[in-house]
């Protein structure tokens, strides 16, 4: 049970702050209250060193050298010398003798001479006993030269009963404790509010994770401490990764399906005609092709390795026209191509054929019979344009069919997939598309992409 709970404390921030202020509090407390205490005794000790040199002080100054004896008044200043058993008491000392004590010190078992005699004008302070009570002196030495000429030297000594300093002692220590007991109460409450206020912006990361987990929000926007921001800022990124990604498998699976439309319509119209094998089988190949190449895409963040011989432009268009011929049979469309040898694309072919298939399908579509593709590399840049004699786009929509599932007309069927595929693949390769008018009378569609690629 006990290795459980410490387990989960050290599993814990709060449990681990708590477990450390546990454990530190009592110590600093403990090393405080020791040195508070200590000071205070001390100070005890200065102040009762000071009222027993004042005691020595009136007893010298009513102190008297008559003939060869010294001789103190009866009834002294401190009525406390005059009181029997009062805790003040004073003798006199002339070597081992008792020269003088004290009314007060009649009952009181005083010691002996404390040592050996001090310099004149020496001072030594002791702790005693006195009647089995604790008791603090103060020996004063001092020499007074006698009516005949003769130096004699004199003890003085003051005892002073330790009882009333215990008591104020004790009762130091008794509202010490309490003080110390309701300071660390103050400082647990104190801890616990820091704790909690110091902890709340991981209260409010987990509710913003909620969120973003039941699709409230799409990422973590509360304004955090700087030391977990950088914590922030690396999730913002993840899920933007993560949402990324997600959007692609998706476009994948749209892409997929737009890129199956032509061969599937190609052996449509194949099995209608003479149910050719080889169309058939060059168009379900082309399917496998594209299949395989989309699922790449999907996993694949940046654009395919380039080869280094490039792939030939011209020949991907006569390949392409070929079976969209054959898909748009009662629009004898008539294709010219003015494509060079020298325009070769850095890329995957499946990106090629794509990218120019989904051009040439809509120039087929949208157009009145007539298609020309124009290619040339200007320095570094291949300038692939397609061209038909459709109707062409509005400046209105040149922006808008490149979107994802947009389109400019609704009578011609279609997804509005196409355009966004090539605008993507062009993307990759870090490449331009733009939408002109065409010489023809439609719309020219002109690529532009980079012949090196690293």
């Known amino acids: 049970m006990i290795k459980r709970l410490f387990r989960h404390l050290f599993q814990s921030l709060s449990g681990r702050l708590i477990l450390a202020s546990v454990i530190l509090l009592p110590m600093i407390l403990a090393v405080t209250a020791t ?3 200590r000071a205070f005794a001390q100070s005890q000790q200065v102040a009762e060193t000071e009222r027993l040199r004042t005691q020595i002080y009136l007893l010298l100054g009513a102190a008297e050298i008559i003939g060869e004896e010294i001789w103190l008044p009866d009834q002294l200043q401190e009525p406390r010398f005059n009181q029997p058993e009062s805790g003040l008491y004073a003798r006199v000392l002339e070597g081992s003798n008792t020269v003088w004590q ?3 010190a009649m009952m009181a078992e005083l010691p002996n001479p404390l040592g050996p005699p001090l310099t004149a004008g020496q001072e ?10 604790l008791a603090h002196t103060l020996s004063f030495d001092v020499v007074w030269d006698t009516e005949l000429g003769f130096e004699k030297t004199y003890r003085f000594e003051v005892y002073h009963d330790q009882a009333p300093l215990l008591a104020e002692k004790k009762s130091y220590r008794r509202q010490l ?3 110390l007991g309701l300071m660390a109460i103050a400082l647990v409450v104190v801890l616990w509010l820091i704790q909690k206020w110091g902890l709340q912006p991981l209260s409010a990361l987990a509710q913003d994770l909620k969120r973003v987990e039941t699709g409230e929000s799409l990422r973590l926007d509360t304004d955090y401490p700087s030391e977990i921001q950088p914590v922030i800022t690396n999730l913002n990124r993840v899920l933007e990764t ?3 990604q997600r959007d692609r498998y998706r476009n994948t699976l749209s892409d997929l399906a737009h890129s199956l439309k032509t061969p ?3 052996i449509r119209g194949s099995l209608s005609q003479d149910s050719s094998s080889n169309v058939i089988n060059e168009q379900v190949s082309r399917m496998d092709e594209i299949v395989r190449h989309q699922l790449q895409r999907a996993v694949t963040q940046t654009a395919p390795v380039m080869g280094n011989k490039g792939e030939s432009v011209a020949e991907a268009c006569e390949r392409l026209a070929n079976a969209l011929g054959k898909v748009y049979r009662e629009k004898n469309v008539s294709f010219d191509f003015n494509i060079g040898k020298q325009c070769l694309f850095h890329g995957d072919a499946s990106d090629l054929l794509e990218l120019l298939g989904n051009l040439l399908d809509n120039a087929c579509k949208y157009g009145d019979g007539k298609v020309k593709v124009s290619g040339e590399v200007d320095k570094k840049t291949l300038i692939i344009t397609i061209e038909d004699n459709g109707p062409g786009v509005t400046h209105k929509h040149r922006g808008t069919i490149l979107k994802r599932g947009a389109r400019a007309d609704t009578v011609e069927s279609g997804q509005g997939i196409g355009l966004a595929v090539v605008v993507d693949i062009v993307s990759s390769y870090n490449g331009s598309l733009d939408i002109n008018d ?3 009378g439609g719309a020219a569609f002109v690529i532009e992409l980079p012949v090196a690629q690293a």
């Open 102 to 104: 004290s009314p007060s």
């Open 124 to 133: 030594q302070f002791s702790e005693i006993l006195i009647n089995s009570n």
């Open 242 to 244: 993560e949402r990324a």
């Open 438 to 440: 065409s010489t023809l």
């Open 35 to 37: 040195a508070l205490d």
């Open 177 to 179: 404790q309490q003080w």
């Open 264 to 266: 599937l319509a190609v």
